[in-house]
């Protein structure tokens, strides 16, 4: 009992009492403030309020989107699109405070609905999107910084 002296002790005690109370704050801090966004994977229909220009078909398309966190990977196919199909991701982007903003690089002939052709001109896209009620988004389909067309996206269901 020699070695256990009052102020090792008193030092070992405000130690332990001083890490419980950073713990028991930070524990305390995360509830309240970080929340993790609301789940927007999946694959959804996008409505064109009108087609693109220079398109006969476009009204509808397909908005496949993976998600990781924040953090935003999404392509957009044809609306006749299988829902197996494994399309390379062309859209990066964020969500935050119940927005989505993806840009990237889509084919002419997904956005017109047409037939693939050998050398298919790429069209630079930003789509901005607003999450609203049941998963359904609002929001603008932009291409090649000049066109601007208003959609809706529905959260299609997976068979």
Excluded: W
Aim: charged share 15%.
């Amino acid at each position: 009992m020699n070695h256990f002296k009052f102020k090792s002790l008193a030092f070992y005690g405000v130690a332990i009492i001083s890490v419980l109370l950073l713990f028991k704050t930070v524990s305390v801090y995360g509830e309240n403030n970080l929340k993790a966004p609301p789940p927007v994977n999946g694959r959804y229909r996008l409505t064109l309020s009108e087609n693109l220009p220079n398109c006969e078909k476009s009204d509808t398309l397909t908005l496949n989107i993976q998600q990781s966190g924040i953090y935003l990977n999404a392509s957009v196919l044809p609306a006749n699109a299988k829902a197996d199909t494994d399309e390379k991701h062309s859209l990066a982007g964020i969500f935050r405070n119940q927005q989505l903003n993806l840009s990237g690089k889509v084919g002419r002939s997904i956005l017109c609905n047409i037939p693939r052709p050998q050398n298919d001109p790429l069209n630079s896209v930003t789509i901005q999107m607003q999450l609203v009620d049941k998963g359904n988004m609002t929001g603008q389909l932009t291409v090649n910084g000049i066109q601007t067309l208003k959609f809706t996206a529905v959260p299609q269901k997976v068979h």
